[in-house]
């Protein structure tokens, strides 16, 4: 039983995106730039935030969290798929794809409770004006933060821990550009479809539990909005929709990857790289183009620089 339990693959292969060499040229110089603008895009919000005291607000200090765990987010799976598209034999060793899958479920599981930390912030915003800064003091933002890496945290080492011990003997290969937990799991010389069933169903409580609450609390907030002046319902509507289309982009994928399998291979390989490339790219843009405070912070921060430039 010991023998049989002990786990003999030191490697997986990755079969990645594509197999024609001309197509993984391409998309190497797709995905290299794409990931070139989540870096440099999250860092711009991050310094402006940090440099702009207009933008020293619980607001910009959850949005420069939510930035930070979005670099994470790409920098899990996006530069081991980019440097694949160049190499002949696509391989991750044994601990790196279990790093890939603590991470990935840390930190997707992190920005879940995030975004409902901002969800909250925007409804104590609207909903309890007088009472923001009373709520929403640097204590009560830092528990937040600390909230969600640490239920992240929790989340993504119960899954290490289960699939650590899973006696792989021999197969070894995964359609797709990174370890994913359900992939890893369908490798095990076992019966996996319960313990398959098991992650979803914990995956899907994380995912749908954050996701009620997003519901109740923007919820809340478009009926406060509705019975609010023009000129502050306008506002307050502008936010929330960009908050609205973050949450959706960040949990459709999720949905259908994790809570409710199509099983359809080149959809979970799109939703995948949808949910690791293309979250982490339109967070950005969603909060520095539809937001009037970022983009002053961008005016003032471009022009102390160009400044800077000449005086030098």
Known sequence: MDGENQTVVSEFILWGLAHSKNTQVFLFAIFMMLYLFIVSGNIVILILITTDSHLHSPMYFLLANLSFIDMWLSSNTTPKMITDFLRENKTISFAGCMCQVFFAHCIAAGEMVLLVAMAYDRYVAICKPLHYFTIMNLKRC???????????????????????HLPFCGPNKI???????????????????????????????????????????????????????KDGASKALSTCTAHITVVLIFFVPCIFIYVWPLNITWLDKFFAVFYSVFTPLLNPAIYTLRNKDMKNAMKKFMGNFLSFKVNS
Do not use: E, R
């Open 142 to 164: 830092t528990g937040l933060v600390l909230t969600s890496w640490t239920i992240g945290f929790i989340h993504g080492i119960i899954y290490v821990a289960v699939i650590v």
């Open 175 to 229: 359609d797709s550009f990174f370890c994913d937990m359900p992939l890893v799991i369908k490798l095990a010389c076992m019966d996996y479809h319960y313990l398959n069933t098991l992650m979803n169903a914990d995956c899907g409580l994380v995912a749908v539990t954050c996701f009620i609450l997003l519901l109740i609390s923007y919820t809340y907030i478009l009926i406060t909005v509705c019975q609010s002046s």
